[in-house]
């Protein structure tokens, strides 16, 4: 077997078992929570209860004791009817977990919280039936009240390569050396840290980042934004593929991206919004129905152009049109830099965070093989 393949297999075996290493040692249930969001009146949560097999083996880290979390994880299984309970401060809610083990909370906010950060520590327990409870936490994103302006992106094709409809070549180009970088396209995480920082510093802007792919993928892509230095966002928001009879086939994805971009504006209703996406799968459709709906609400859309055809070209600019008409700009560029120069145009960052965002690409294509 080829080096490179080796050193794909082991990293891939790492990040697998990374789940498991978090509860070594703990027999029957356990909490997965996901990042959480809100606004200081309410907030959002949703995370999985797990059985999985205990583990009190003294092997030492290494690929022998990921091959053995690995083997944990998949007869770990999601458990349904358990009650959680969360707690934010002294902010407390309940909820039951569905048959997949998953829950999923509203908490209005009703008391203050002990400070006024962005990040907050949710406080999770478990009580599964005829068991001792279980305790977990998550953290929970909530914007400054002066927040005026927020950004909701897309991942797959917009912030990274290949997403989840190719995931071998993006777990190759994710693990194998240097290539970790190139993961992510050129300027992406200097563009996104200004954004968010604001062009002050000060802002800590909610970043809001929407995939396609299932919950499942949450933890590639946690490694994804890290070895990237893409700034978090509150939580990646990823459709739920569950299928039941009566919905036989997962949702359109574009009805999951509108339906998550009305719901944030719902929920920051004195924010305007940056939506950032790409050109190849209904983004520019979808953010001009947003516009539509909520007049002056978009502030911008950019659009990471990805090998368009020329009808597709022409039904973009015909689309931009449309926008400009609404009072809405929608730039489309193949480039991160043309992004950051709008935001500067425009007050959303800095003149410094421009010159960060071109030496970022420069030097990410120096990077790149000849």
Request: glycine fraction near 8%; aromatic fraction near 8%.
């Amino acid at each position: 077997m080829s080096l490179p393949l080796t050193r794909l297999l082991r990293k891939l075996l790492h990040v697998a078992a990374k789940p498991m290493r978090h509860a070594q040692g703990k027999d029957g249930y356990v909490i997965h929570a996901y990042r959480g969001y809100g606004s200081h009146s309410e907030a959002f949560l949703m995370g999985r209860i797990f059985r999985q097999p205990g583990s009190r083996s003294q092997l030492a880290p290494g690929a022998g004791r990921d091959l053995m979390d690995v083997g944990r994880r998949m007869l770990r299984w999601g458990k349904s009817g358990v009650e959680v309970e969360v707690a934010l401060g002294d902010n407390r809610t309940t909820a039951i977990t569905d048959r997949d083990g998953y829950f999923s909370v509203h908490l209005p906010l009703d008391e203050p919280l002990e400070h006024q950060g962005q990040w907050h520590t949710a406080r999770i327990t478990a009580c599964p039936p005829k068991q001792p409870p279980v305790e977990g936490e998550a953290q929970v994103y909530l914007p400054p009240i002066s927040t005026r302006l927020g950004v909701i992106s897309d991942i797959d094709d917009t912030v990274m390569y290949t997403g989840v409809a190719n995931k071998l070549k993006m777990l190759y180009r994710l693990f194998i050396e240097s290539a970790e970088r190139r993961t992510a396209f050129p300027g992406v995480a200097a563009l996104y840290q200004a954004l968010h920082e604001g062009d002050d510093g000060q802002q800590q802007r909610p970043l809001l980042y929407v995939s396609r792919g299932p919950w499942s993928i949450y933890e590639m892509l946690e490694v994804f934004f890290q070895h990237n230095r893409i700034p978090v966002g509150p939580i990646l928001f990823l459709r739920e593929w569950g299928l039941t009879l009566q919905r036989p086939l997962p949702r359109r994805s574009e009805d999951h991206k509108q339906a998550l971009i009305e719901k944030m504006l719902g929920l920051y209703d004195e924010m305007q919004f940056l939506l950032i996406g790409d050109s190849g799968q209904h983004d520019p459709e979808v953010y001009a129905e947003v516009v539509r709906r909520y007049p002056g609400r978009i502030c911008a859309i950019y659009i990471r152009q990805i090998g368009d055809s020329d009808s597709r070209k022409a039904e973009l600019d015909q689309l931009g049109e449309e926008l400009a008409a609404l009072g809405c700009v929608m730039l489309l560029s193949t480039d991160s830099l043309d992004m950051a120069h709008h935001a500067h145009a425009n007050g959303y960052i800095d003149a410094a965070s421009v010159e960060m965002v071109r030496a970022e690409i420069e030097h990410q294509l120096a990077d790149e093989p000849a």
